[in-house]
């Protein structure tokens, strides 16, 4: 297999990026390309093995998060833990990549680099949900990367598995944790979901860290649980999921005290994939549930707004449904339903996991482009998919 992706087109035999939009046209949004990448395509690690499952250790894996880098049309690709949900090694990386030929009837996206992320003595890191050290955590190398964002040069991966905000260097090499407050964490790690589960009255829930990270134009992250803490009444006493008050934490730097804001999920069996900064207090979430194709029923993309939040970072506890008085959650409204039937995507093969969110720069006609990828999770026969759509810039304004 060529380092080259083999592309397929799904949906369009075009992509413009100078899309008109004339002055009598009202403010839209339009989907202008959906490519799909076979999902055997490798990576630039140059690793040959293969992992306990069989998968080759270089296969490419889809986004998990996206970050441009404000070149171009050069994004920062983050993959998660690797095949089989934790249950094999593989190496959390992220992927440097040009996206601009995707816009081209014929072009192909250009991979440019690989790096492998590694902890500070430069021990490679594990998605394997074994890879812990419960006496000595410093020690652990588990790793469940899904977020990313580039900051003065580092860049930033929020992680499940901890919950962890960690910063690396240019070359993979961890330099630093950002401070998460106690109550994310868990107590008792264990490779087993189930035991995990059993075994932790408080903290993130498994599988559902850190699943979303953004920067904004000053230099603070803002990340997302993918569903709440188990103290905010995330399951009833049956197990059956439903709070809907998932947490965002927002950290103005590695050495100030972080901030919450309460996001509500309109269903308790959806959570947050994705954020991406809009401008100012406005943001951008994927949310969604775990369903495919034709069984999907929801795949949006929000809008919404912190600056009439409360901080909740000295609330100890939320309720699985409703908030008190003193409590106002941040304000969001639906910005695309990527289940529209105007946007041609959804069906028998409409993907899970819509995990990738990221603008890019603007458009000729002045609109926004925005980037949506999906996680393949490694699957040979699943293609990673990439959506790229222009947004009017009215429309990101949530008032």
Partial sequence: MTLRFILRRIAFSFCLLTTTLHAEEPAKISLLCDIAIPGTASDLSNLTETLSDGTPANRLGGPSGLSWTGRGLEFLWITDRGPLD??????????????????????????????????RQGRPLSGSSAAFDKERPENSLRFDSEGIAL?????????????????????????????????????????????????????????????????????????????????????????QRVGRNVRLLQMCGPDCKPREFVYVLDDPKQGISELCHVGGTTYLAIERDSTVGETAQAKKITIFDISRATDVSDTPRLPSQGLPASIVPVRKTVLIDLLDPAFGLAGAKFPEKIEGLSFGPKLADGRRLLVVATDNDFEAAEPIRFWFFAVAEPLLKND
């Fill in 151 to 239: 900051r003065n040069g580092s860049v930033i991966v929020s992680e499940e598995y901890g919950p962890v905000v960690r910063e690396f260097d240019e070359n993979g090499k961890a330099q630093r944790d950002w401070p998460v407050p106690a109550k994310f964490a868990i107590s008792n790690p264990s490779a087993s979901e189930e035991q995990e589960f059993a075994e932790n009255a408080t903290g993130r829930l498994t599988n559902a860290g850190f699943e979303g990270l953004c920067i904004d134009s000053e230099g603070q992250l803002l990340a997302a649980l993918q569903r709440p803490l188990r103290q905010d009444g995330a399951y009833d006493e049956a197990g």
């Fill in 86 to 119: 934790g249950a094999t090694t593989h190496t959390p990386r992220y992927h440097v990549a040009d996206l601009k030929p995707c816009l081209d009837a014929s072009g192909e996206p250009i991979l440019k680099r690989t790096v492998l992320l590694r902890d």
